[in-house]
């Protein structure tokens, strides 16, 4: 049968939204749990940058303690993910939470703050990420509900390069567009069609321009606030390949054109500009197919251990170059003990500082 690839592209201009609607200020009464939880998981938003956004399901314990000019104030609080990836423009409050059927996940946090003063802060927090059911849980209850695989299984990922391919054959866009992130991969079978593959990933817009004769694998990403990014959802067919992808495409932070002979800054996986003042990587900083995405599976490297190439390699590359992204995927860091592989878990914060040898 032949593979059927369908690509559509969503503007950005359905995704206005308002900005998020200012704080109540705290206090040290014990009833700030509704205000004190909602600074939290603003904070707990604000930091997570990989996965999903998550919003408040339920504040489980509010705790206050005294103390000298203030108090501190301990929050047991219960999250839920959302469909809205971190790249995504939405304050999350106004973003749809998973339903059971879509695999729900929840974040049980427990967070310290400290109130001084009037002036309220967030100083430590933990979470533990799980899958609201396990897939034995969800065969009683569904048994034709998709199964959630782990982030770097290959068939998963072989959508993914498959779907970024058909991508990058829109014209329209300026530049190649390469894997920022996988978000989530489920699965499920159909009669007739086999296993399919529902994966969700975002991409990055990168230096290379569109046309360009170029291994896109080599392309490094716009700095943060330059690229535009876009998110999408591929199904495929383990007996008819790609079937469709559709992306919504979020605007660049910073839309100034650049000067008369200006080139565009180049910055490191950490979205760093490099000091180096020219429009490509530092001589230093090529990778040519053999690492992870930044802030994906190349966490916790030296600084120097620059990794420019997180992109799909030319479709059908095997071997020693082949696409596997997140196949060193660790996330917080390697902090987290167990973390269930097909989640991007919410991160301890602050990380606690592993020193380099």
């Known amino acids: ?111 310290l703050m400290t109130i001084k003063d009037g002036d309220a802060s967030v100083t430590k927090y933990e979470c533990d990420t799980r899958q609201e059911k396990t897939n034995l849980e969800m065969v009683r209850i569904c048994p034709d509900c998709p199964v959630l695989l782990p982030l770097n299984n290959s068939e998963g990922l072989k959508s993914v390069r498959e779907a970024t ?15 920022k992130e996988v978000g989530r991969i489920s699965t499920g079978y159909i009669m007739g069609l086999g296993m399919n593959y529902y994966p969700e990933f975002a991409l990055v817009e990168t230096h290379c321009p569109m046309g360009s004769r170029i291994i896109i694998e080599a392309c490094i990403p716009l700095c943060p606030n330059r690229a535009r990014h876009a998110f999408c959802r591929s199904s495929y067919s383990s007996q008819n390949g790609l079937l469709s992808t559709e992306c919504d495409f979020y605007p660049a932070e910073n839309t100034t054109l650049l000067g008369p002979g200006e080139k565009e800054p180049v910055c490191g996986r950490h979205g760093r500009r490099h000091p180096h003042g020219h429009g490509g990587p530092p001589p230093h900083a090529h990778n040519h197919g053999h690492g992870p995405p930044p802030d994906a599976s190349n966490e916790g ?57």
């Open 1 to 111: 049968m032949r593979t059927l690839r369908v690509l559509t592209l969503l503007s950005a201009a359905v995704l206005l939204c308002s900005a998020a609607p200012g704080l109540e200020p705290l206090t040290c009464s014990e009833g700030n749990g509704p205000a004190a939880a909602d600074k939290a998981v603003h904070h707990i938003n604000e930091h997570h940058n990989h996965g999903y956004k998550f919003r408040l399901h339920e504040v489980q314990g509010n705790s206050v303690e005294q103390v000298d000019g203030g108090c501190n104030v301990k929050l047991q609080l219960d999250l839920r993910e959302t469909k809205c990836h971190t790249i995504n423009p939405k304050p999350f409050e106004d973003c749809e939470i998973r339903g059971m059927g879509a695999r729900a996940v929840k974040a049980n946090c427990t967070v």
């Open 165 to 179: 391919a058909e991508f990058n054959k829109n014209t329209s866009n300026q530049h190649y567009y390469i894997l």
């Open 301 to 357: 490297r030296p600084p120097h251990a620059h990794n420019h190439n997180h992109g799909p390699p030319p479709t059908g590359g095997k071997g020693k170059g082949s696409f596997h992204p997140l196949r060193r995927f660790h996330p917080c860091h390697g902090f987290l003990v167990n973390p269930d592989p097909a989640l991007h878990p919410i991160c301890p914060w602050p990380l606690p500082h592993r020193p380099h040898n």
